[in-house]
């Protein structure tokens, strides 16, 4: 149109979205993060959500930082009032997202990131259907195994106990997930992460996030 300003703004705006990471035990997910959310490759407006866990904090883990560290009975009351987001029982122990977490995020206009398991990830998707998936996977089951022996130094049941539940997370996470991300070489796997963050945010059309 001769004469007409253009604005992109008319027909494109940001609106804040929820971003879910979830992969196997063992395969990186933290230390893809790290890489990630780092001081010199920070998203702006991109925040991670903190899980609750019912399990002990380990090494220089901070309380209300890397987790809410709650007790069985703390958590199994959150779950009575209905205020997680999701929740699963895994590995032995109670790991859920509080609603009101990723709520204040979206009501900053900030994107929400959530890394979770998978169980609590479809649940996620369920009551934010707009939600984006993304699984980090390794490169090899061998891989795998190598990575979660050198990790947990656990007994050769327990390996294969993880190994199992990996295989059930990566066919579900084939059939569900919107993105697989390979954890192959740590510096390519966090720039392929964000490439994946960036693009969704330049979609031309966002439906409104409510979370159900």
Same mark, same amino acid.
């Given at each position: 149109? %001769?004469?007409?300003?253009?604005?992109?703004?008319? *027909?494109?705006?940001?609106?804040? %979205?929820?971003?879910?990471?979830?992969?196997? &035990?063992?395969?990186?997910?933290?230390?893809?993060?790290?890489?990630?959310?780092?001081?010199?490759?920070?998203?702006?407006?991109?925040?991670?959500?903190?899980?609750? !866990?019912?399990?002990?904090?380990?090494?220089?883990?901070?309380?209300?930082?890397?987790? +809410?560290?709650?007790?069985? &009975?703390?958590?199994? /009351?959150?779950? =009575?009032?209905?205020?997680?987001?999701?929740?699963? *029982?895994?590995?032995?122990? *109670?790991?859920? !997202?509080?609603?009101?977490?990723?709520?204040?995020?979206? =009501?900053?206009?900030? @994107?929400?990131?959530?890394?979770?398991?998978?169980? /609590?990830?479809?649940?996620?998707?369920?009551?934010?259907? $707009?939600?984006?998936?993304?699984?980090?996977?390794?490169?090899?089951? $061998?891989?795998?195994?190598?990575?979660?022996?050198?990790? +947990?130094?656990?007994?050769? $049941?327990?390996? &294969?106990?993880?190994?199992?539940? =990996?295989?059930?997370?990566?066919?579900? =996470?084939?059939?569900?997930? @919107?993105?697989?991300?390979?954890? @192959?070489?740590?510096?390519?796997?966090?720039?392929?992460?964000? &490439?994946?963050? $960036?693009?969704?945010?330049? %979609?031309? *059309? +966002?439906?409104?996030? !409510?979370?159900?």
């Amino acid at each position: 149109m %001769r004469g007409a300003s253009y604005d992109p703004t008319n *027909w494109f705006r940001h609106k804040p %979205r929820v971003f879910i990471v979830s992969g196997p &035990s063992g395969v990186g997910k933290d230390t893809v993060l790290e890489r990630l959310l780092g001081a010199r490759n920070a998203i702006s407006g991109l925040k991670r959500c903190v899980t609750a !866990t019912t399990r002990e904090r380990k090494g220089q883990e901070v309380p209300d930082v890397d987790y +809410h560290f709650l007790s069985v &009975s703390q958590f199994e /009351g959150m779950i =009575a009032q209905d205020v997680l987001l999701e929740h699963a *029982w895994f590995a032995g122990e *109670w790991y859920g !997202t509080p609603r009101a977490e990723v709520e204040n995020i979206l =009501a900053g206009n900030q @994107d929400a990131l959530l890394k979770i398991e998978v169980k /609590g990830a479809l649940q996620v998707k369920q009551r934010i259907p $707009e939600a984006v998936m993304i699984f980090i996977a390794p490169p090899s089951m $061998e891989v795998l195994r190598r990575r979660i022996r050198k990790r +947990h130094r656990e007994k050769t $049941e327990e390996i &294969s106990r993880r190994l199992q539940i =990996a295989r059930e997370e990566i066919k579900i =996470a084939s059939e569900r997930y @919107d993105y697989v991300v390979i954890n @192959d070489r740590l510096p390519a796997a966090a720039r392929r992460l964000r &490439s994946i963050i $960036e693009a969704e945010r330049s %979609r031309i *059309w +966002h439906p409104e996030i !409510t979370v159900k």
